[in-house]
């Protein structure tokens, strides 16, 4: 099990659920302190490591044991999108490609496209992908894609 330090330094000291800053001096059993989650979205195999992430004590709190949850900013004009926790989980098991989500401008899907791919820098920062977008069906499909 790491440190809180240690595991703050390698997440740049953002909270993995809401990817807002996480203050490390302030007290762990502050709703904003800093805690370790252990994320277990999987059943881990026999004597394999689980992941830490850094997350805010009322964030890893509100996850419970539950699957964690990201969403989406709500400033984006994106029409059914995919959950981006198994989504990412699902690329990094297997690799390929799965659309995310569906936006009526290519305007609007560029901008969920760069915000997705700015986002997993930091939620998924060992996942090589990039996003495609292209038009089908009157509107503009954003594809994760991992390279």
């Known amino acids: 099990m790491s440190t809180l330090q240690e595991v703050g330094d390698r997440d740049g000291w ?13 007290s762990v059993n502050d709703p904003r302190g800093p805690s370790v989650d252990a994320v277990t979205s999987a059943k881990p195999k026999k004597g394999a490591a689980v992941p830490e992430r850094l997350a805010h ?16 900013p709500s400033h984006l004009f994106v029409v059914d999108p995919a959950p981006i926790v ?14 995310v989500a569906r936006c009526p ?9 760069a915000w997705l791919l700015d986002r997993l820098s930091r939620l998924a920062p060992d996942l090589r992908a ?6 089908g069906g009157g509107q503009h499909l954003v594809t994760l894609v991992t390279r």
Do not use: F, H, I
């Not at 401008?105 to 496209?113: F, K, L, W």
């Open 14 to 26: 953002r909270c993995w659920l809401c990817d807002e800053p996480v203050d490390p001096d302030m």
């Open 57 to 72: 004590r009322a964030c890893n709190t509100r996850k419970g044991a539950v699957k964690a949850v990201v969403p989406w």
């Open 86 to 99: 198994e989504t990412v989980e699902r690329l990094t098991r297997k690799g390929g490609r799965e659309v």
């Open 105 to 113: 401008s290519r305007d609007d899907a560029d901008e969920a496209a």
């Open 130 to 135: 990039t996003t495609e977008v292209k038009p």
